[in-house]
């Protein structure tokens, strides 16, 4: 694949995406123009949602200052940046998605019929498609890579936020995630399924969101900027020494925002909803506002909707599109968050089924079912801290595991009569 220029000048002011690729950007790696030495890779997906183009024109400003940097001083950066345009129609028209959210997708069984479906020639939503040339540019990184691989995905909200980190629970993820000041919500991959650090995390070595703040804040621009720079030093892509000045300002464009908040939560709970609920977020809400138990917090066809927990609210649905409506999180456990680095290598999992209220799944996967009245109060801490984060529950028996796969099996190999559906409690967690 031939070195690729930074893009247009146009479009690094901020302005229309109507003429965006795929590549937004390519500098080193083995094939590259400019002559890189080995090194890690990082990669940096733009605009899953089509109504976030802030992080396509933070790379580019990435990729044009690099750029620069290397060609006076080769030896500033190494290893290989790639930054790639997520869904790329839908940031043609500035649309969250068009067929179906691509941020949603990233599950083995979704991207297996991508790949089979187009293959074949079948028709393919416009998402299945981008989701396949997305996958394979990302795989093709990952293979000619000279060091580690690392995925930045940016984002940014529909209501005004300070800037996080949603990191899924993998030591390694939570380690790298310590270099961009912000607060990390751990354990989203546990309610959104199908999300792409979900699937990278198995074929990189670490992948993370970064939601910078509002679409359409120049500030998201700044910010997702100082995420690349961050991580380009701290995986050892870029020297620290050439970039001192370039880092101080990306420390200090986020510090501020890390403030009045722990700086590890943990998603507890998750609001879907469905186009036909007519859902509406109550106005005023901002992302990580403080929330009781029991406050009211949006309407739907249904009546009131309150909160299941006290916490901190994230993400408020206020856009047309989307499926979650909110998400309450709660402090990550200091103590738990040390523990589970120390006793995961030593395989605990295997003697969690002597807890009370609890036996492993009768279907062949990494699951386990408990007895919630029993096991309640122990499991949520003890499971997490083992990395079994997913959780579903329906009257007397409870699921915990760690992917949507096993989490999928181990429920339908449940008796029929403790798995019948009911509309709240499928809607609560
Ligand atoms: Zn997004």
Redesign the pocket.
């Given at each position: 694949m031939p070195h690729e220029a930074p893009g247009d000048p146009q479009r690094s002011a901020g302005g229309s995406l109507a003429g965006v690729e795929r590549i937004i950007g390519r500098l080193g790696g083995p094939d590259a123009r400019t002559p890189t030495a080995p090194g890690p890779t990082l990669i940096v997906v733009a605009g899953?949602?089509g109504n976030?183009p802030s992080g396509v024109h933070a790379a580019l400003r990435v990729l044009k200052s690099l750029e620069t940097a290397a060609q006076r001083d080769p030896a500033c950066f190494r290893g290989e940046l790639l930054a790639v345009a997520g869904n790329v129609p839908a940031l043609r028209s500035g649309v969250r998605f068009i067929d179906a959210d691509l941020?949603r997708l990233w599950t083995p069984a979704e991207i297996d019929q991508s790949f089979a479906r187009t293959d074949r020639g079948d028709p393919v939503s416009t998402e299945q498609q981008q989701q396949r040339e997305l996958a394979e540019e990302i795989t093709d990184a990952v293979l000619r890579s000279r060091g580690s691989t690392v995925l930045l995905d940016l984002?940014?909200t529909s209501a005004a936020s300070r800037p996080f980190l949603a990191v899924e629970d993998i030591v390694r993820v939570r380690e790298l995630a310590r270099a961009i000041p912000v607060t990390a919500v751990l354990g989203l991959e546990a309610m959104i399924r199908g999300i792409l650090p979900d699937w990278f995390n198995t074929v990189g070595d670490a992948a993370m969101i970064f939601e910078a703040g509002q679409h359409d804040d120049p500030a998201s621009i700044e910010r997702h900027e100082a995420a690349i720079w961050l991580l380009l030093a701290e995986i050892g892509a870029i020297e620290r020494a050439a970039f001192s000045e370039r880092l101080a300002r990306a420390r200090a464009t986020l510090e501020p925002f890390a403030a009045g908040l722990p700086r590890m939560l943990e998603a507890r709970a998750r609001h879907s909803v469905s186009p036909e609920d007519g859902f509406k977020m109550r106005k005023g809400f901002s992302n990580f506002h403080a929330v009781q138990r029991g406050e009211l917090l949006a309407g739907d066809t249904t009546g009131t909707i309150r909160a299941p927990m006290s916490g901190w609210l994230f993400m408020p649905l206020y856009q047309p599109q989307g499926e979650d409506g909110f998400f309450i999180a709660r402090r990550a456990s200091r103590i738990f968050m040390r523990l589970s680095k120390l006793l995961r290598p030593l395989k605990l999992h295997k003697l969690i089924h002597l807890l009370p209220g609890v036996a492993k799944s009768e279907a062949p996967v990494d699951a386990f079912v408990v007895n919630p009245r029993v096991a309640r109060l122990l499991a949520h801490e003890v499971f997490a801290m083992l990395g079994y984060r997913r959780y579903r529950e329906h009257g007397g028996i409870g699921v915990f595991g760690k992917t949507a796969e096993d989490m999928h099996r181990a429920w339908y190999a449940l008796p029929e009569e403790l798995r019948r559906p009911r509309r709240d409690q499928s809607r609560s967690s």
């Open positions: 899953q949602h976030e941020n984002h940014t």
